[in-house]
Structure formats: structure tokens, C-alpha cells
């Protein structure tokens, strides 16, 4: 078994075989969110929440570091690039880039490595660069054995619905055979169409949660879905941190996606 399976196979809970991922790598591509103004006490509270990892940025991890350093804590997922991703930069257009090789990632203790792979941009050139890193980052990320994630996602500007089944599942495919070892994606809206995505994608998939909800309601009922059409986890940051109550919320989220699985340490 490589180090890069290993090390994946972590991410995810034994009895279950599905991930709770709480991502708390806003402030790389949106500032300051609401409710994380206070990064490390944010980080604490996403802790806390006892996901099964979290997505975090790479300087964010370097100065909680502590926060994962012992035996049972969340696996951390290291963001590994920028977009333009926030109303206030529009003006600039769309671009990409790479910010952290995975040996970077591997040095600051991550246990997996992240990139977006963007689809439906207007320039070829962008998004033949973004799949030429994604191929890239899956050769290295396999040499220092770290798993790599593709966070496969219709933004670009030429999109007009970005839970299109069909190009979703197009993306997903191309992740996982540009090596993607999981990847996170949109929760298309209903059971079928997610299915369709998961079932054309060989590797592992988890849902993306998007823009903080009013309630907790629309979160559960859209992990509820995911389950069922075959998703292994979801990936949440917003809904989680932001709820009035984030352990409860995520209390009832490991209770949807384990189910009646014993977690690990209890």
C-alpha cells in the first residue's frame, strides 16, 4: 500500500467508510467571513466540532498546528491554490494559480493535498493550465505520499447553472483520471442526477455544503441526499461554523453520514 492510500484511507472513518470534512480555508479567497474573524479561536471551534478532517489553508495550519497534534484529531487537508472568488475582485476577471507544492503541504503535516479544477472559464488557456496542475500535483503528491483532492466545481463565467449534472459529472471523471485520489463537488440538487455523477467518477466523492443556509435544515436534508446517492462525506465550512449552534449541527451531520457506526475512540 502506497503512502498516498494510506494516508487517504485516514480521511475516513473505519466502520463507516464515509468523512465528515470541515473546511475552515475561507479566508484564502473571501477575506474575513463572518464568524472567523478570530482565526485561531475559529480553527478551535472547527476542531471542536470533531470532523473527521478539515480543510484549511496552509498558514492557518502552520499556526494551529498544535490543534492536530494528537492521537485522534482531524486530519488536516491543505488548500493548495487561489481563484477569483469574491465579488470585490470581479473587476479582475477570472485566474488561477498554484501556491503550495505537496512536499510544502507534507512539511506542514497535512494528510492530504487540495486543488480546484474549475470548469465552464472563458479562456482555454486558463483552464488548460488548471489541468495541467491538477496532472502535475497528483505525480508529486504521490511521490511525497499524499493523497490529492480535486474540488471540481462549475464557476467559471460561462456557466449559467452550477449543479449542471452533465458537466459535473464531466469534471469528476477528468479529475479522477487526472489522478484525484477523492474528489469534492456540488450536490446537484436531487438524488438521480448526484448519482449520475458518483456512478461515472472512480474515486471517491464528497459534496461541497456553499453559502451559509438560514436554517440547518436545507444542510441536512442535502447530506441526507448525498448519502443516499452514493456519496462518500461531504465537505462543509459555512453551515457548520456559522450555525447558532456548530457542535449540535455537527452532531447531527456525523449522525447522517455514519449512521449507526461506532466512530473511532469511543
Same mark, same amino acid.
Not at 14 to 38: K, N, W, Y
Not at 204 to 229: F, I, Q
Given at each position: 500500500?502506497?503512502?498516498?492510500?494510506?494516508?487517504?484511507?485516514?480521511l475516513f472513518?473505519?466502520?463507516?467508510?464515509?468523512?465528515?470534512?470541515?473546511?475552515?480555508?475561507?479566508?484564502?479567497?473571501?477575506?474575513?467571513?463572518?464568524?472567523?474573524?478570530?482565526?485561531?479561536?475559529?480553527?478551535?471551534?472547527?476542531?471542536?466540532?470533531?470532523?473527521?478532517?478539515?480543510?484549511?489553508?496552509?498558514?492557518?495550519?502552520? %499556526?494551529? !498546528? @498544535? &490543534?492536530? /497534534? =494528537?492521537?485522534?484529531?482531524? $486530519?488536516?487537508?491543505?488548500? *493548495? #491554490?487561489?481563484?477569483?472568488?469574491?465579488?470585490?475582485?470581479?473587476?479582475?476577471?477570472?485566474?488561477?494559480?498554484?501556491?503550495?507544492?505537496?512536499?510544502?503541504?507534507a512539511?506542514?503535516?497535512?494528510?492530504?493535498?487540495?486543488?480546484?479544477?474549475?470548469?465552464?472559464?472563458?479562456?482555454?488557456?486558463?483552464?488548460?493550465?488548471?489541468?495541467?496542475?491538477?496532472?502535475?500535483?497528483?505525480?508529486?503528491?504521490?511521490?511525497?505520499?499524499?493523497?490529492?483532492?480535486?474540488?471540481?466545481?462549475?464557476?467559471?463565467?460561462?456557466?449559467?447553472?452550477r %449543479?449542471? !449534472? @452533465? &458537466?459535473? /459529472? =464531466?469534471?469528476?471523471?477528468? $479529475?479522477?483520471?487526472?489522478? *484525484? #485520489?477523492?474528489?469534492?463537488?456540488?450536490?446537484?440538487?436531487?438524488?438521480?442526477?448526484?448519482r449520475?455523477?458518483?456512478?461515472?467518477?472512480p474515486?471517491?466523492?464528497?459534496?461541497l455544503?456553499?453559502?451559509?443556509?438560514?436554517?440547518?435544515?436545507?444542510t441536512?436534508?442535502?447530506?441526507?441526499?448525498?448519502?443516499?446517492?452514493?456519496?462518500?462525506?461531504?465537505?462543509?465550512?459555512?453551515?457548520?461554523?456559522?450555525?447558532?449552534d456548530?457542535?449540535?449541527?455537527?452532531?447531527?451531520?456525523?449522525?447522517?453520514?455514519?449512521?449507526?457506526?461506532?466512530?473511532?475512540? @469511543?
Amino acid at each position: 500500500m502506497s503512502g498516498a492510500r494510506l494516508r487517504l484511507g485516514r480521511l475516513f472513518n473505519r466502520q463507516s467508510g464515509r468523512s465528515f470534512v470541515a473546511a475552515i480555508d475561507h479566508g484564502v479567497t473571501l477575506g474575513v467571513p463572518t464568524g472567523a474573524e478570530r482565526a485561531v479561536e475559529a480553527v478551535e471551534r472547527v476542531v471542536a466540532c470533531e470532523p473527521d478532517a478539515v480543510l484549511i489553508a496552509p498558514g492557518l495550519l502552520a %499556526k494551529t !498546528a @498544535d &490543534l492536530f /497534534a =494528537f492521537r485522534g484529531a482531524p $486530519a488536516p487537508i491543505v488548500r *493548495a #491554490d487561489w481563484i477569483v472568488n469574491d465579488p470585490r475582485l470581479n473587476d479582475l476577471g477570472e485566474a488561477y494559480r498554484v501556491l503550495v507544492s505537496p512536499t510544502h503541504a507534507a512539511h506542514l503535516g497535512a494528510d492530504a493535498f487540495i486543488l480546484f479544477l474549475i470548469l465552464g472559464v472563458q479562456e482555454g488557456a486558463m483552464f488548460a493550465d488548471n489541468v495541467r496542475a491538477v496532472a502535475a500535483a497528483a505525480e508529486e503528491a504521490h511521490k511525497v505520499g499524499l493523497p490529492l483532492l480535486v474540488e471540481t466545481v462549475a464557476w467559471g463565467s460561462r456557466v449559467t447553472d452550477r %449543479k449542471d !449534472a @452533465d &458537466l459535473l /459529472a =464531466f469534471g469528476c471523471r477528468m $479529475a479522477a483520471e487526472l489522478g *484525484a #485520489d477523492a474528489v469534492k463537488t456540488e450536490w446537484t440538487g436531487d438524488v438521480a442526477s448526484m448519482r449520475q455523477v458518483i456512478e461515472g467518477c472512480p474515486a471517491p466523492v464528497l459534496v461541497l455544503g456553499g453559502p451559509k443556509t438560514d436554517t440547518p435544515e436545507p444542510t441536512l436534508a442535502a447530506t441526507r441526499g448525498a448519502m443516499d446517492a452514493g456519496a462518500k462525506g461531504v465537505v462543509y465550512g459555512r453551515n457548520v461554523w456559522q450555525a447558532d449552534d456548530p457542535l449540535d449541527v455537527a452532531r447531527q451531520l456525523r449522525e447522517i453520514i455514519h449512521g449507526g457506526a461506532v466512530l473511532v475512540g @469511543d
